[in-house]
């Protein structure tokens, strides 16, 4: 399997600042990573694919780069509506995995 | 598209879990898209079980050692999963979701609620 590891598992931040989270594969992966956000009691909802390609309808405040092992989403400037727990998803081959996760909280 | 699952939220240990995921606004076989299922236990991250194809072809999760059986019934737009000999490692929010394709990369576009389903005696 590869593994996705994220960093931070948490991170406060207030409205307003830009946040940036990291995910590691055990492996290269290319650029088959995605973005998910999710809200307590809410599915995942995809953000970014392809490791940089904004899903349509996701604010442009929301980036991600990187490839190969290494990835970041980042925010540019945090809504009250962008406080959730951010997941990466490799699919580079069709075992897909996720990362742990980070939980965004308001400072 | 819009999907939902359904399904007991109680199942016995070493008995079968059993839930269906119905797909509305677009015919589950249109397109090339692979339907999945995805569980997350609470406060981890989520975990894919397995996917099917609308012509019937499936993968799994290696890690469910052959207890999972996805299937679909095109007709009438539902596809199903089935885990056997569960335990309570297996009590988790289960998500049914649509793995879509875009410029050669998957992706998870569309999911349903989610539907938590404990294992207790």
């Known amino acids: 399997d590869i593994q996705m590891t994220q960093s931070p598992s948490s991170l406060s931040a207030s409205v307003g600042d830009r946040v940036t989270i990291t995910c590691r594969a055990s492996?290269?992966?290319?650029?088959?990573l995605s973005w998910y956000q999710q809200k307590p009691g809410k599915a995942p909802k995809l953000l970014i694919y392809a490791a940089s390609s904004l899903q349509s309808g996701v604010p442009s405040r929301f980036s991600g780069g990187g490839s190969g092992t290494d990835f970041t989403l980042s925010i540019s400037s945090l809504q009250p509506e962008d406080f959730a727990t951010y997941y990466c998803?490799?699919?580079?081959?069709?075992?897909?995995?996720f990362g742990q996760g980070t939980k965004l909280e308001i400072k | 598209v819009q999907l939902q699952e359904s399904g007991p939220g109680l199942v016995k240990p070493s008995q079968t879990l059993s839930l269906t995921c119905t797909v509305s606004?677009?015919?589950?076989?249109?397109?090339?898209?692979?339907w999945s299922w995805i569980r997350q236990p609470a406060g981890k991250g989520p975990e894919w079980v397995g996917r099917v194809y609308p012509g019937g072809s499936t993968s799994y999760n290696p890690s469910l050692k052959g207890r999972v059986t996805i299937s679909v019934d095109t007709s009438q737009n539902h596809f199903f999963l089935k885990l056997s000999s569960v335990t309570a490692a297996d009590t988790a929010v289960y998500y049914c979701?649509?793995?879509?394709?875009?410029?050669?990369?998957?992706?998870?576009?569309?999911w349903g609620q989610g539907t938590l389903v404990t294992v207790s005696s």
């Open positions: 606004g677009g015919s589950i076989s249109s397109g090339s898209s692979y």
């Open positions: 998803q490799q699919s580079y081959n069709s075992l897909y995995t």
């Open positions: 492996q290269s992966i290319s650029s088959y």
């Open positions: 979701a649509r793995e879509g394709l875009s410029s050669g990369y998957t992706l998870f576009d569309y």
